[in-house]
T-cell receptor, first 114, second 115 residues
Framework: NAGVTQTPKFRILKIGQSMTLQCTQD?????MYWYRQDPGMGLKLIYY???????DKGEVPNGYNVSRSTTEDFPLRLELAAPSQTSVYFC?????????????FGPGTRLTVT | GESVGLHLPTLSVQEGDNSIINCAYS??????FIWYKQESGKGPQFIID?????DKRQGQRVTVLLNKTVKHLSLQIAATQPGDSAVYFC??????????????FGAGTRLAVHP
């Protein structure tokens, strides 16, 4: 299994541009999540999904959108990028029988907005 | 409100020594407490968890202790190795909200292992 994969690894955006961060997992996990990690800080939940077709907001959803059309994929969309969205973004997944606390993380996408 | 804090931002240990990483929390409703390890340039990796009805749980070279009276969680690593160098996060679940028992992560402690 590849686990959780994320693309791209790095990206520089100009203010006002848009982009989609891709996330795919091959473990057939029901639950998926998007986090952002600012320097020296813990993880903040942006959006999560408990299954295909079901998504909900986390702690910091403003400026982002998600979709979950399949079990495997959970893309994160940034519209009108702002410098405050400069961060490292992690996608994660977890199996239903482990609740939400054993999460498997991807390698992250480092995004800079200038 | 919920908060998760770490006692020290950086911990330096000698290779072969035992390491203890501490975490304080405020949410009494949490039923799981979890430790994650994040190596440089990688995503966090689940290490071990403990349920709120336990006070100790052991894994391979790691032990997690939970003291609910003082709301304190610790991770002990035996015979620390260079490969243990990483940032360690404690996390806890915050209670159900719309079907999701979300995780709250602390800011992390950096463990530096010296030869």
């Amino acid at each position: 299994n590849a686990g959780v994969t994320q693309t791209p690894k790095f990206r520089i955006l100009k203010i006002g541009q848009s982009m989609t961060l891709q996330c795919t997992q091959d473990m057939n996990h029901n639950y998926m999540y998007w986090y952002r990690q600012d320097p020296g800080m813990g993880l903040k939940l942006i959006y999560y999904s408990v299954g295909a077709g079901i998504t909900d907001k986390g702690e910091v959803p403003n400026g982002y959108n998600v979709s979950r059309s399949t079990t495997e994929d959970f893309p994160l969309r940034l519209e009108l990028a702002a410098p405050s969205q400069t961060s490292v973004y992690f996608c994660a997944s977890s199996p239903r029988d482990r609740g939400h606390h054993e999460q498997y993380f991807g390698p992250g996408t480092r995004l800079t907005v200038t | 409100g919920e908060s998760v804090g770490l006692h020290l931002p950086t911990l330096s240990v000698q290779e072969g020594d035992n390491s203890i990483i501490n975490c304080a929390y405020s949410n009494s409703a949490s039923d799981y407490f979890i430790w994650y390890k994040q190596e440089s340039g990688k995503g966090p990796q689940f290490i071990i968890d403990i349920r709120s009805n336990m006070d100790k749980r052991q894994g391979q070279r790691v032990t997690v202790l939970l003291n609910k009276t003082v709301k304190h969680l610790s991770l002990q690593i035996a015979a620390t190795q260079p490969g243990d160098s990483a940032v360690y996060f404690c996390a806890l679940n915050s209670g159900f909200s719309g079907g999701y028992n979300k995780l709250i992560f602390g800011a992390g402690t950096r463990l530096a292992v010296h030869p």
